[in-house]
């Protein structure tokens, strides 16, 4: 067999796999191994090969030996348990990219709820109302926060920027070139000035999963900045609050901060944040990063500037009141 598959792999299930010796077994009399005698005898050349032959009067291939013997012992093959695969360290480990349909289904917010993840993937995706709605990372909040989250949960990441009120999908951060108050303080998020934004991108999502399955979590955000000189600028004060749809750091699309001021004039900011690694979607498959398009960071570069992600995928900064730039952002999904 060659060439690439039509469909990507996944891991098979205790019940595929018993599920799978049944079927086979019920070729009687047709598994045939050295010591049994069926419609066909293996020859001497698929023994010396390693291969047993598989018959019935409809079928004829071949099976290897070590899987044949397997069949004829299943008490002696191990299967993953649920315990290992049905978590969310399994399901972010491992990047699919298949859609699962037009709605979340009552089986997979189950799944959710459970924390199991059955048959959802980094990478996997719904399209709804035009827009593709891509699982980023399984429990990336379950645990953290002032007021520990103990709700599981998918976060999903739209492959599009999202289009505000006016039908735009760019939208400033605030409407002067500032970025006092940091990202608590901008327009976006604080929804001052009409084209904010924030609120549309929500009633899309509200839209899309239903405002009761949107997950609500504690994030520690950034509410201030120190200039010591200049245009310089850090984030110098931040406190937690009620989470939902935020946009997402340098840290969670590159892994690393870069033009975040770390040691800003011999000063430590304050970037104390859960949002503090790489989304699995991004460290996986990195062409998600780079929508051809370009959308905000929320980490303050300078006195003015934001940080966005590029049409070409590299990280840079603008001022905070421009206007061609959009937003991807995140969010949970709950049962």
Partial sequence: MSGTPDTPFYPMTHDDALALIAAIVALTPGLVTTSQRGMLAPDAEAIADGFIKIATSSNKGLLS????????????ITFYANSVTGNAGFHNSIYRGKSLGSSVTAAQYAAIGAGTFDDLFIGDYWTIGGVTWRIAAFDYWYGYGDTACSTHHIVIVPDE??????????????ATDTTVGAYVGTDWRTGNNSNSGRADCISKINSAFGSGHILTYRGHLQNAITNPSGSIAYESAGTWYDCTVEIMTERMVYGCDIFNNVMASGVIPNLYSIDHSQLPLFAHNHRHICNRALWWLRDVVSTTHFAYVTNYGNCNYLGASHTWVGVRPAFGIRA
């Fill in 161 to 174: 920027n999202l289009n505000v009120a006016n039908g735009s999908t760019t939208h400033w951060m605030n």
């Fill in 65 to 76: 030996k070590a899987f044949a013997a397997l069949l004829e012992n299943p008490d002696k």
